[in-house]
């Protein structure tokens, strides 16, 4: 088993509201290895490119390339529970600096 750590960019199957069917999408882990070891989940936030219906919560993703993502692509604060039996594979790691201000607005956005 694949033990996951916060800052790992995955693919993971995503539901659709309107069908039955899933489309595979990058999602941010956000949850502790520990956590993820211990419960077989993750925690996640959502990794979007949809620019139309952009949250003001929303974190610019920098740096793509290190994240294996190819268009311009943001973490919303959409936060979920996935079984680590779902994920299909990792494709990369957050850059610091973008990691960095997706941990700041995480702090101001979860009441802790």
């Not at 620019?51 to 959409?78: A, F, Q």
């Amino acid at each position: 088993m694949t033990i996951y750590k916060a800052g790992d960019i995955i693919v993971s199957p995503f539901p659709f509201i309107d069908t039955d069917k899933a489309k595979p999408r990058p999602v941010l882990i956000i949850s502790k290895q520990s956590f993820n070891k211990s419960h077989e989940k993750v925690i996640a936030l959502m990794i979007t490119t949809a620019v139309m219906t952009k949250w003001p919560s929303d974190t610019v993703i920098s740096h793509l390339e290190c994240c294996g993502l190819d268009y311009p692509s943001s973490v919303r604060m959409k936060c979920f529970t996935l079984d680590t039996r779902l994920i299909k594979k990792r494709i990369g790691v957050m850059a610091k600096s973008d990691w960095s201000n997706v941990q700041k607005k995480i702090r101001s956005t979860i009441a802790l």
